[in-house]
């Protein structure tokens, strides 16, 4: 993948027996996802545009350019759909895409590095971060809100993190 491509969902697997697939979208707005044009795989040797279809348990049912059967749906099941950059829109300053936040360094309030953004998590109370680095024995997983990281800057590569009592 390329800087220019951002993740926007991925297929879960098929869904029927005539080339339906189940999307796990990435957007805010889950239907979003067949908005954007052509979404591409990690590599961008395969592109599809999307077609959705119904709401199905854990994602919506679509249809693919160039899939048709079952066996062809069942073979994209864990891809990842990549849009343009350009094609996001912009975010207002207290947003930000998971794609930029990942690699970013995390200091502590006083500037000690603690270590670096590896994945960003949610499921359904809001966004976790997940930090390692060398000063840490194991991840460590800390709430995205303004009390625990008061400060990102995107163009350091950077975020503050204000450890809640216990975590340091």
Known sequence: ??????CIGAIAGSF???GEVRLKSFCT???DIAAYGLLYTED???SFAIKLTRPVAGGLGARLTGIATKEQADALKGVGLFV????LPTLPDDEYYHADLIGLAAHDPGGVLIGSVQ???NHGAGDLLELA???LKQSLVI??????VPSVDLAARRIVVDLPEGLD
């Open 1 to 6: 993948m390329t800087a220019d491509r951002i």
């Open 16 to 18: 029927g027996v005539s």
């Open 29 to 31: 707005e889950p239907s």
């Open 44 to 46: 961008g040797t395969r």
């Open 84 to 87: 343009d950059r350009s094609r």
């Open 119 to 121: 994945a960003i998590h």
């Open 133 to 135: 680095g060398p000063g």
């Open 143 to 148: 709430p995205f809100t303004m009390a625990v």
